[in-house]
């Protein structure tokens, strides 16, 4: 059965009427839903994300494969933190005055330069949680706690606290075996 000219024109001119959802802009979309236009479109794409760098990174990650170890075969080496976070802090810090904007941004920094530094020691199936907090010294106390579920077999934290005649910080490394 062949379909006529006026038909498939009607068929073209009723899909043309009937745009996705995902294809239209955020002005388009409001405008066509105010005026009752988007009863029987049908979303064909959800979510679309840019590639960026960091994604072709992950991409080219390796996969670790289960190797039905119960433990690792490497160590955390927690010395060899223990002096990447007292030379991080120590040149960071040293000569600085506590200001509060400086210290929020200061705290991001250094946390990710500890990661990357401990990173590069390249310890295998080891997942790294690096926390920094920086405050003034001004003769109060502070108690800083925390709480993990772990195995202490396997599973370890780096810690040092520097000082200087106007702030104190203090980094932690947990890391914590991924089997």
Not at 105 to 116: F, G
Not at 154 to 168: G, M
Request: glycine share 2%; charged share 25%; hydrophobic share 40%.
């Amino acid at each position: 059965m062949m379909m006529s000219d006026v038909a498939k024109d009607r068929m073209a001119l009723s899909l043309k009427k009937r745009v996705c959802v995902s294809a239209l802009s955020g002005r388009e979309f409001r405008r066509r839903e105010l005026h009752g236009h988007l009863k029987d479109c049908v979303s064909t794409l959800s979510y679309v994300d840019e590639p960026s760098q960091r994604d072709d990174a992950s991409r080219l990650a390796v996969q670790v494969e289960n190797t039905y170890q119960l433990g690792p075969a490497k160590h955390f080496p927690v010395l060899t933190v223990n002096h990447i976070l007292k030379e991080v802090l120590t040149n960071y810090l040293q000569e600085e005055q506590y200001e509060p904007e400086f210290c929020r941004q200061m705290t991001k920094t250094i946390s990710e330069v500890i990661k990357a530094q401990v990173k590069d020691l390249m310890i295998p199936r080891y997942k790294l949680i690096v926390i920094v907090h920086i405050g003034q010294m001004n003769s109060q106390s502070m108690l800083i706690g925390s709480r993990c579920l772990w195995n202490p077999k396997s599973d370890t934290v780096s810690s040092y606290v520097f000082r200087n005649s106007s702030l104190f910080a203090l980094a932690n490394v947990y890391a914590v075996y991924f089997e």
